[in-house]
């Protein structure tokens, strides 16, 4: 590069910085091909990868230079060469070449830090071939492109190489334009030894030998249809397959380690169905011509969408017919519905820009439950994962530090941050709420527009509001007057959710309807007076003269511009109203003293049951945490949960259970736990005592989930009849027998008798977990382990967790901790050792997990201690937290408002707990 060269180079760098600052590329020159050769080793310890990469780009704009993304790789070579308009690029690999005998050549190109730079004059309607050759590390942290292993029947290690790159990984294995915008055809060549499998997101096309290099060969993969970076995947190594077909004769492959591919039979008998049944409610066909399932001994999430090439963590993908429960057919299901949408929202429709990721990951949420329930309509995920939804957003959006489903992102630490309860289920719970609004009808229709109209390309929310307006107003659907962008946006564009205050006036038969943003804790929350910022809210509602809970078209909209609403229909003194019939809305409401005392009488009496039970899962978490807020007295709420010991349905000791859990880890340090233990045991004991512990041959999938949750509680709190019968069961298995526990009450069962028992059960369940095949059997040894009130057991466990070689395989480690960390006895001991082996503890789970652990951790703090030992952390470990600073701020902010909490409610609490004393219950 001569003197002038240099000096334009330098200056064109400067004009790069600040392309940094932004940290998104500039759309002056787009990708629309991708030619990718990749050739990994993990030979004796040599974990290194050799690629090369072909760009066919356009030019839009006159440039000088082109910026790609490349990340912790080492360039060997670059060149630019102008295409003609019908120049294509060669797809045939390089038969009898290994790539890592390539000479290097002499290149111009700029590193700097995750970019790659390339200089050039590109013209404006050009066409242009970009050549990069590469040299990269297999990472060990399972993303980008990473190496794993598992042992095999025959003690042997075999290794592999797979990729996640979601959302900003791609990088890490080849370069690329890695936004989700950039959507191109990518043609995937990968080189292997010809004892292990090659697989990409297309079919393999072809197969070439290497003749220089003995028994490697080039695996050449067909051309993909557009899609963006983070959804490019490829697998190296020695898996074995199962396969079946769709009606259509497409393809499904479901891979495991050689011991475990029996265990894929299941996920292989629903996957085609799912996919089937998508494609008509639809109305849109999927175009790949395969699909593979990889299930991986270790992985960083649940699953990953990568089209046609799926990653799912082994206990998500593998059931055992005899040992798991049938929660594990339930979730593998709804995990395998999520991940198969995703190949129309995310893969074939993509969003422009991360900030509207909650389009691919609220739709995949929304129809992995309507999948879910396609396959088994008795399991009722629709309703599961309603009530699931609405327990983590109104959680956690009302949080001060919550963030809207779209906003701008302002670096790259901020992306993996986004991937959180609001994008996953607000985003869920938009569409949900959009679909009752619409009607089933109309959303579906104008889904299948949406997808219709972007095939294959890149959207924002925008497009999504214009195609279900069209159809909605086709249909009429939607009141004249009103869009769905308009009473949309606030939804996506605002944090939180509102509160809905109904005022009745008993005498007139009116009511009076106000809405502000609900937040915790109260001393935060400003009421807003007429600024025309809120929500459109579409108001449903009932009566006990005529109560209607199967209607949730919007009898109005709330309009945000008003400061208060008449109802002029509301019943007389002496009935009840309820708003949000089947929880449609996104929206909490409270009631006059008068309508919560009704609707208490309502539910503690043999009616209980005309009140809808997602209403009566809703009006608990309602009341419980409107007085979490201090907007309702809690001896109100608390009397909401009296009826409790009447009710048979799970989903309304899911919403209880889930509240009343927030209350016993506040007082876990306190006097009145052993008072609040007592009032658990008197609400589940009537439950505990019809359901037994002993399924019956026709218990429905709810009520096998039910009885679950009264056992594990009733046990935890140490009620007698329920301790002594898991001590019993426990026994009975020790002493040689069959294990008598039934599978869905393992892990309560287990964890009664080793928090009862001594070194001796612990080592026995052990001596289980190691031997255990199947995943469920694994995971409930696992957790119960951690029950242990032995702290020197505890410790030992938890070193255990993060060891090589050791017996708790990598990606249990999480679980490992959160089993010790949940317990009154573990929780000391897991704070203290995350504390001095944060950084361990991120190598071995990946950077995922930290902030998970940190939220748990944070749950049970409650002491001005617990908030100067979680800022001292993250003071200490600035560096490491930098990509979780919106998880940091929720962390501090709940810590600070469980502080305030214990110091507003507790006497409170304590007062009505030993006023309501049950006389007589078996406790030890």
């Keep these: 590069m001569g003197p002038l060269q240099l000096g334009v180079a330098v200056l064109l760098l400067l004009q790069v910085s600040s392309e940094e600052i932004n940290f998104r590329l500039s759309r002056a020159v787009v990708p629309t091909h991708y030619r990718l050769d990749i050739e990994p080793h993990f030979e004796d310890d040599n974990f290194t990868f050799y690629g090369q990469v072909w760009i066919d780009v356009e030019v839009k704009e006159d440039s000088y230079y082109v910026t790609l993304h490349s990340s912790e790789l080492a360039i060997l070579e670059a060149s630019v060469v102008p295409l003609d308009d019908n120049e294509t690029l060669d797809v045939l690999p390089f038969p009898g070449h290994s790539l890592r005998n390539l000479q290097n050549r002499d290149s111009k190109f700029v590193l700097q830090q995750d970019r790659v ?20 590390q297999l990472s060990s942290s399972l993303t980008g492109f990473y190496k794993l292993s598992y042992v095999d029947s025959h003690n042997n290690t075999r290794w592999m190489a797979s990729t996640t790159f979601e959302p900003n990984e791609a990088r890490k294995a080849y370069p690329c334009f890695d936004e989700p915008g950039f959507k191109a055809h990518f043609q995937v060549n990968l080189a292997s030894r010809d004892d292990v499998m090659a697989l990409s997101n297309m079919p393999r096309a072809s197969v070439h030998n290497m003749t220089e290099v003995e028994r490697w060969q080039w695996n050449r993969f067909e051309e993909t249809p557009p899609i963006s970076t983070y959804l490019v995947a490829f697998f190296v190594g020695h898996l074995e397959f199962r396969e079946t077909k769709t009606k259509g004769g497409t393809p499904f492959r479901a891979w495991a380690r050689p011991d475990m591919v029996t265990h894929t039979k299941y996920a292989l008998d629903i996957a085609p169905r799912i996919l089937d049944y998508f494609s008509s409610l639809l109305g849109v066909s999927e175009p790949l011509p395969k699909h593979d399932l990889l299930a991986l001994p270790r992985f960083v999430a649940d699953a990953l969408e990568n089209w046609g090439l799926i990653s799912f963590g082994e206990k998500y993908l593998l059931h055992d017919a005899g040992l798991s429960p ?3 057919r339930q979730h593998i299901a709804q995990i395998m519905s999520h991940e198969l949408s995703h190949s129309w929202f995310g893969n074939m429709v993509t969003p422009h820009w991360w900030k509207d990721i909650w389009l691919n990951e609220g739709f995949a949420t929304y129809f992995s439950a309507v999948g879910a329930n396609y396959v088994n309509p008795s399991w009722d995920s629709i309703s599961m994962t309603t009530v699931t939804a609405f327990l983590n957003v109104f959680s956690v959006d009302s949080l001060m530090s919550s963030h809207p489903l779209t906003f701008p992102l ?7 941050q986004i991937f959180d309860v609001i994008t996953y289920y607000k985003g869920y719970y938009v569409l949900r709420m959009l679909n009752h609004t619409l009607g089933e009808s109309s959303f579906l229709k104008g889904c299948g527009r949406y997808l219709e109209q972007n095939k294959f390309g890149a959207v924002n929310q925008s497009d999504l509001w214009v195609a279900l307006d069209s159809e909605a107003h086709e249909r009429g659907s939607l009141p004249h007057g009103l869009n769905v962008r308009q009473v949309m946006d606030a939804w996506t564009s605002l944090p939180g959710f509102p509160i809905l205050t109904v005022t009745r006036n008993y005498t007139s038969g009116t009511a009076t309807v106000t809405q502000t943003r609900f937040q915790r804790p109260r001393e935060d929350v400003e009421a807003r007076h007429n600024t025309g910022e809120g929500w459109w809210v579409p108001l449903t509602y009932t009566s006990q003269l005529s109560p209607d809970f199967n209607s949730t078209r919007p009898k109005l909209w709330l309009d945000p511009g008003r400061e208060e609403t008449q109802l002029e229909d509301m019943p007389g003194r002496d009935h009840w109203v309820i708003f949000n019939v089947q929880a449609a809305g996104l929206y909490r409401v409270n009631y006059d003293m008068a309508n919560w005392h009704l609707l208490s009488q309502q539910l503690d009496s043999d009616k209980y049951e005309e009140v809808s039970v997602l209403n009566r ?3 608990i978490d309602d009341a419980l945490d409107l007085a979490r807020a201090d907007l309702l007295p809690y001896p109100v709420a608390l009397n909401v949960t009296s009826y409790l010991r009447r009710e048979t349905h799970y989903l309304a000791w899911k919403s209880a259970l889930s509240n009343l859990g927030y209350i016993r880890r506040m007082l876990r340090l306190t006097d009145a736990l052993p008072t609040y233990k007592r009032f658990i045991q008197h609400l589940v004991e009537q439950q505990f005592l019809e359901l037994g512990v002993k399924p019956h041959k026709n218990d429905s999938y709810l009520k096998t989930l039910h009885r679950k949750e009264i056992v594990m509680w009733a046990c935890h709190t140490g009620y007698y009849p329920c301790v002594r019968k898991a001590i019993s069961l426990f026994k009975i298995w020790m002493d040689g027998k069959k294990n ?3 599978s869905s009450l393992r892990s309560a069962v287990y964890c009664t008798a080793i928090a009862r028992g001594g070194p001796e059960e612990w080592q026995f369940l052990w001596t289980k977990y190691k031997a255990a095949t199947a995943v469920s059997e694994r995971n409930s040894a696992l957790m119960a382990l951690g029950c242990s009130e032995d702290t020197d057991i505890l410790k030992q466990y938890l070193q255990w967790s993060i060891q090589k070689y050791s017996d708790i395989k990598p990606g249990d480690s999480v679980t490992v901790f959160k089993a010790v960390a949940s317990t009154e006895t573990g929780f000391s001991i897991a704070k203290e050792f995350f504390i001095n082996n944060i950084g361990s503890i991120e190598e071995n789970v990946g950077s995922f997990q930290v902030a998970e652990i940190l939220e748990l951790l944070a749950s049970l703090m409650n002491q001005d201690y617990h908030l100067k030992e979680i800022e001292e ?12 600073t919106r998880t940091v701020s929720q962390v501090t902010e709940q810590v600070r408002y469980n502080i305030q909490w214990l110091q507003r409610n507790y006497q409170d609490i304590h007062t009505w707990l030993q006023q309501r004393e049950p006389a007589a219950l078996q406790v030890k």
């Design 117 to 136: 730079t390339l200089f050039h004059s590109f013209k404006a309607g050009g066409r242009y071939l970009l050549h990069l050759r590469y040299q990269g």
């Design 326 to 328: 049938e929660s594990s």
């Design 410 to 416: 302002d670096n790259q630490n901020e992306l993996r």
């Design 617 to 619: 899962a809703l009006l």
């Design 740 to 742: 008598p526990v039934p």
């Design 873 to 884: 952390f993250q003071s200490q470990n600035a560096q490491k937290l930098q990509q979780f």
